[in-house]
């Protein structure tokens, strides 16, 4: 009887939690058996490691091989484990003569090929950062994986290539290369907002939503521009700070969207699915543990929900809970996954099934065109803190005006964050959207006179308690972009006014 030991990381769902991978050989029928709640894709790792064992010059015992993940109630996918299982077995062979050395303070992760290749594998970044905090001084991932496990700072990571170098490695045969590859870090190319010509209005709207990372709706008939200011929004936003840099690109390494040549995200994403997204592609799903959807793709970026009258109402109610938490729950087989989720959301809709240029050539009954935009819910609308109706601009604005760059914009929005920032830093809020209603009827309650509108606005029934306490919070944005320390009756009027708007005669 021999036992051998190494050490990987997996993910359940956006937690990642070492894994101690053992393998003992004892006398009995022979065979290769994996305990530990593994999954099929993890069940198959016997066909693939006993021949990348063999293949790679080392001897496979013909006995009785049981792998076992610890801990043991953790359920288990992928193929993450494969090196660290086959690390293990090789260690469990006196024969083979591979030194164990290293591998009490090593996490290996990667899938392995027939012939012993190391393959690339998902959620390298967020598995690397809790060995780092597990207090693991190394890692050997696969090369293609060396440029987002070098993200992670004060843990030594080795590319390689194959078990062979592996275990050269570990008997201090072999250096396993420790540079990451050249990456394009200079970010996607966003358009520019000085492509938008007229559309004042709604260019304002956007300004305000990024400021305050407040969520819109904007309406009005194809072709006026909705989707090109939408596009056009991270443009604007401010760069993503360091910890929410690694925060996002992990999400986006364990969907396997994270793009080769640039690792680190560091503008805010920009995600639009097509309107005939499923609830399921919208929150997270699968079978066994859900992986992230495109809600969490979004996080800490914008999701852009073009025709979304179009799209089903379950989808879009399914967005209320995520938009006031900033995270997505999401109950399968083997547990509750949780993906943080906290998005700008931006809508966009024609007014009618017929969309004409002009509305005067409508041909929809009035009864059509409330059940066209009736799949935006109640609920959800109220959440929505910005809705602006767009309409044609004219001929003059097509021909001569032309739009105010991004660059300029975003000076004034980083301008307003940082306002925010160090007016909400000690509660631990960063944005005037994340501010709760206790808080701005408690502690940074406004003066009576500013608080009027509200209070004219809640006696005529044209806003609910959560409204009311939305746009206090819009109008703390508009008092930031005019460097106000405090918000005042204007501002309060014209947040109300930015919820009352949008065109759903």
């Not at 309107?275 to 543990?289: F, P």
């Not at 931006?346 to 059509?368: E, M």
């Not at 935009?373 to 803190?385: A, T």
């Amino acid at each position: 009887m021999a036992l051998g030991r190494a050490f990987s990381v997996g993910l359940n769902a956006f937690a990642p939690r070492v894994v101690e991978v053992q393998a003992n050989t004892s006398r009995g029928t022979p065979g290769f058996s994996i305990t530990g709640l593994a999954d099929t894709a993890l069940r198959e790792a016997r066909d693939r490691v006993r021949p990348a064992v063999v293949n790679s010059g080392f001897k496979f015992p013909d006995l009785k091989v049981v792998v076992a993940l610890a801990p043991a109630n953790m359920p288990k996918s992928g193929p993450v484990y494969d090196l660290a299982m086959a690390v293990s077995i090789v260690l469990a062979v006196p024969d083979n003569k591979v030194s164990s050395e290293k591998v009490p303070s090593t996490v290996f992760l990667g899938e392995l090929g027939l012939d012993g290749a190391i393959r690339p594998v998902r959620g390298v970044l967020p598995c690397l950062i809790e060995a780092r905090r597990a207090g693991f001084a190394r890692a050997v991932v696969p090369m293609a994986n060396t440029a987002e496990a070098a993200l992670v700072a004060e843990i030594e990571i080795n590319g390689a290539s194959t078990l062979g170098e592996v275990c050269r490695w570990l008997n201090g045969e072999f250096v396993l290369d420790t540079s990451a590859p050249l990456v394009d870090d200079t970010g996607p190319v966003v358009p520019d907002m000085t492509d938008v010509v007229g559309q004042s209005q709604a260019r304002r709207a956007l300004e305000i939503a990024a400021a305050g990372r407040h969520h819109v709706l904007m309406t009005g008939p194809p072709g006026i521009g909705k989707t090109m200011l939408a596009r056009r929004l991270p443009g604007i936003l401010p760069s993503l700070g360091s910890d929410d840099s690694l925060e996002v690109t992990a999400i986006h390494s364990i969907a396997g969207t994270l793009p080769p040549a640039r690792p680190l995200i560091v503008e805010p994403p920009f995600i639009a699915p097509h309107h005939s997204v499923s609830m399921t592609a919208l929150l997270g799903g699968g079978t066994g543990i859900a992986g992230p959807g495109v809600l969490s793709l979004a996080h800490r970026g914008v999701l852009f929900l073009d025709e979304c009258a179009e799209m089903g109402a379950k989808a879009l109610d399914a967005l209320r809970q995520p938009l006031e938490e900033g995270e997505v729950r999401v109950s399968r087989r083997d547990g509750v996954a949780t993906y943080p989720a906290r998005i700008q959301l931006v809508l966009a809709a024609n007014p009618c099934p017929c969309a004409p240029a002009h509305d005067v050539d409508c041909v929809c009954s009035v009864v059509t065109r409330r059940r066209y935009l009736g799949r935006l819910s109640g609920p959800l609308m109220d959440r929505i803190d910005i809705r602006v109706r767009m309409n044609p601009p004219g001929n003059a604005a097509l021909l001569t005006e032309a739009g105010e760059p991004s660059a300029a914009v975003r000076a004034r929005v980083v301008a307003a964050r940082a306002a925010a920032i160090a007016r909400w830093a000690q509660h631990g809020w960063r944005t005037n959207g994340e501010v709760p209603g206790p808080a701005l009827r408690g502690e940074f309650r406004l003066v009576p006179a500013a608080m009027r509108p509200v209070e004219l606005f809640l006696r005529d029934g044209r806003v609910t308690a959560r409204g009311a306490d939305r746009a206090l919070r819009l109008s703390w944005t508009l008092a930031d972009l005019r460097g106000a320390d405090h918000p005042v009756e204007d501002d309060v009027a014209q947040a109300l006014l930015y919820r009352d708007r949008g065109g759903f005669a």
